[in-house]
């Protein structure tokens, strides 16, 4: 049997003490992840409350872009300001059945609700 070293030309394996892999709170792709504030910030400032007193939920730039372009600060403030409400909302279930299935490399264009193929 040839000895062969296989393992040479593999990547190495990721470090362990990395910091953990991040994924988006939408569509579950490990991408580059952005604060998400459910309640708009210029919507918690109307009552009153400060950025870091919002919540917020960690986003891929895609589907933030995406909840921006398609809901008016007040609809995100009043209406979709949890995550169950977002993942029950059927154009967001689209967006997000579609964004999934994107590599998380691909920077995604989502302009609006008809931007993206069904
Ligand atoms: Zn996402």
């Not at 003490?17 to 919507?43: D, F, M, T, W, Y």
């Not at 917020?56 to 409400?85: K, M, R």
């Amino acid at each position: 049997m040839a000895r062969k070293n296989a393992y040479s030309t593999w990547p190495d394996a990721p470090e362990e003490n990395e910091a953990p892999a991040k994924a988006c709170a939408l569509c579950g792709r490990e991408a580059e992840l952005v604060q998400h504030h459910l309640v708009p910030i210029l919507a918690g400032k109307r009552k009153g409350l400060k950025p870091q007193d919002l919540p917020t939920v960690e986003l891929c730039a895609a589907c933030q872009q995406y909840l921006h372009s398609t809901f008016s600060i007040n609809e995100l403030a009043t209406q979709y300001h949890t995550l169950e409400a977002l993942r029950a909302d059927e154009q967001v279930a689209r967006f997000v059945k579609w964004v999934s299935k994107q590599p998380a490399s691909k920077a995604v264009k989502a302009k609006g609700r008809e931007e993206f193929p069904r």
